[in-house]
Each structure stands twice: as C-alpha cells, then as structure tokens.
C-alpha cells in the first residue's frame, strides 16, 4: 500500500536505533517496518509467512526486508517463529548479530482462528495465546536484559479492541490481546527505572485480517496510519508510559481502564441484600480515577475508608 522507505526528516528520529518488528511480512507490521526505516531505523523483519490462522510458511519477510534495502533503508529479514521460546531467543540474537544492539521491540505478529467458544478446537486456543501473548513474552525476555543494560529501551505491544471490548467469536484472541494489555502494566512498572518505556497500540487497519470487515470505508483505513504512531511510540522522543493508544483511518485516541471510589458498606461486613440495595451506586462511573498502578487504587480504598 505505497509503502516507502524515503527521504523523511523531522522531529521524530530513530537514526542509529535497532528496532525489531515481529509479524511485519504483511499488514500493518509491513507499514511499521517502512516508517521505522523512513526514520533511520536498522529494521529486522520478523515474520513466519504463514496465513491468517497461522498454517505454512512464505518468505514475507525477505520480501519486505529487501524492499526496504532497495529503497536505501537498513533491514535484515528473520523467519523465526515468535510462538517459541527458541523463536523469540533466535530473533533477538539476530538483531545483536546484525546491528550490535536491540533498542525498541514492537510486537504486532498475529494470527486468528476465530470460533464461538462451545465450538473451539484445542489448537483454536493454545496457537493464538502463543503468537500473541507467548510471543511478547518469547521476544521480550531475552530483548529486556539489553534494554536494561543500555539503560533504554521503547516496547509497543498490539492489543485490540477485541480484548478490551469484545468481539463475538474472538475468546482465545481477545484474552490473548487483553493479557497483553495486564504485560504491559507490569512491564510500564519495571522499566521505567531502566529508562524503558512500554505501550500499546490497539489498531483497525485494512489488511488481510479485516478483508471484508472495514465496509464502504475499508479503503480509509491504511495501514500506515497505525505506523506512524508506532514509529512515534517505538522513538526516543516517546516520553508515553503504559498508554494505550487507539488507532485507525487517521483518528488516534486513548482507551483507559478506570477505578470508581464506589460505595462503602463500612466497617462491618455487607449481607447480599446490602450488595442488592446498593447496586446504583456500585455501577455508577461517577468520580472514577485513571490508576497508574495497583497502588493507585489501595491510596483510593484509603480514602474511602478514611472518608
Ligand atoms: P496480518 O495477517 O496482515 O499480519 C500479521 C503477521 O504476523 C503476518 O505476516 C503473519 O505471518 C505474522 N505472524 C503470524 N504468526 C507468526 C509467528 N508465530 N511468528 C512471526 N510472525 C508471525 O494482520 P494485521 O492486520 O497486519 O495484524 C497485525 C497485528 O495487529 C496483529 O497482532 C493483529 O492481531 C493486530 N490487530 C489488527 C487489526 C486490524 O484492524 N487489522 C485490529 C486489531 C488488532
């Protein structure tokens, strides 16, 4: 989709940086790969080549990869799996063998197999829980210890709607991308002392993924509208901890996750029927706080009681 490497300056810079970009043979990674080199970036293209629900294998990769070393950007190609362990191990060691060094890490490789839940297969749940949520774990493991070495680094996870929202048919993707969502707190929390900061992205773009799916306005949904903001996210002037930022067809917004004060039943235990009477006030959104942490929420708690 018009992909190019180019000529591009602006504030924006990735000159010198070593970023890896799982899943980028196709889709939407394919656009973060270009946009990351038009940044100056050394890109490894990782992507298995399989199809949309994860059988066979092609050379996407290469095929990406070379593109961009024709356009006169930097990028090597790596066909590991991030499904595995040995995967995710094989594709940092080759970003460290090429170009010294790991700076970012985007993990946006997929797959789908969607099925209502009564009907999945066994495989329908553990091959998409080990592309998406086993191979952020599979890539980061072995790409923190250099973050951490260097003291920075810059992760963009992808999530979906479908994990934080819901989508019919989606259970193993949606608990897979909403897992990543709960890495992401946690790694936002761990990082940040190493000068390593961890977002996500939660993207709609035309791809083979969504064929059929975007309607009239499928063509307004180019990938490279995500890229832009992960090429952003991926960058040292990202100073963005734990956000997760939605994007698509040119609108970029936030989705949070919110913690209401509720209702206090005080000190002595609640009957059901308490719970029952109080149930307007339990649901009610009304003060509710944006948590940076799950200490964010106790320091609520205490204020309540404190109240
Ligand atoms: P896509 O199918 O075009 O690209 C996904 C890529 O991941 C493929 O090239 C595939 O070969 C690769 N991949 C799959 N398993 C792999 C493995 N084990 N190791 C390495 N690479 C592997 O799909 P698209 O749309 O570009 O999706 C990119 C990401 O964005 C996915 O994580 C997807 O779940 C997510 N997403 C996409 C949305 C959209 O509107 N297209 C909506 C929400 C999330």
Redesign the pocket.
């Known amino acids: 989709m018009g992909d190019q490497v180019g000529e591009q300056v602006g504030r924006v810079s990735l000159d010198g940086r070593v970023v890896i970009v799982?899943?980028?043979?196709?889709?939407?990674?394919?656009a973060h790969a270009f946009a990351l080199a038009g940044r100056g970036a050394q890109v490894v293209v990782?992507?298995?080549?399989?199809a949309?629900d994860?059988s066979g294998a092609s050379g996407?990769a290469e095929r990406v990869a070379s593109e961009i070393r024709e356009q006169g950007g930097l990028a090597v190609a790596s066909t590991?799996?991030?499904?595995t362990v040995e995967?995710g191990a094989a594709l940092v060691r080759k970003a460290v063998d090429e170009f010294g060094r790991v700076d970012s890490v985007i993990h946006?490789?997929?797959?789908?197999r969607d099925r209502t839940f009564g009907k999945m297969a066994d495989d329908d749940v553990t091959a998409v829980l080990d592309?998406?949520l086993g191979?952020a774990f599979n890539v980061l493991r072995p790409a923190w210890k250099h973050m951490v070495d260097q003291k920075y680094g810059r992760v963009v996870l992808?999530?979906?709607?479908?994990g934080l929202l819901g989508t019919f048919g989606q259970a193993s993707?949606a608990a897979a991308?909403a897992g990543l969502v709960g890495l992401m707190n946690v790694l936002s929390l761990e990082g940040a002392r190493h000068g390593i900061l961890v977002n996500a992205l939660?993207?709609?773009?035309?791809?083979?993924?969504?064929e059929g799916l975007l309607g009239d306005l499928a063509d307004r949904?180019d990938?490279r509208h995500v890229a832009a903001v992960a090429t952003y996210l991926a960058s040292e002037q990202c100073e963005l901890n734990r956000h997760i930022l939605t994007v698509?067809g040119g609108r970029v917004g936030r989705i949070f996750l919110g913690v209401t004060p509720g209702w206090y039943s005080g000190p002595e235990p609640a009957s059901p029927d308490d719970v029952l009477g109080a149930i307007g006030e339990i649901r009610s959104l009304d003060d509710h706080i944006v948590p940076r942490s799950g200490e964010d929420e106790v320091a609520l708690i205490q204020k309540v009681l404190g109240a």
């Open positions: 799982t899943g980028a043979g196709n889709g939407i990674g394919r990782n992507d298995l080549g399989g949309v994860g996407a590991d799996s991030v499904a995967g946006n490789a997929g797959i789908l592309v998406h191979g992808t999530t979906s709607s479908s993707y991308k939660s993207p709609t773009a035309a791809t083979r993924m969504t949904f990938p698509g």
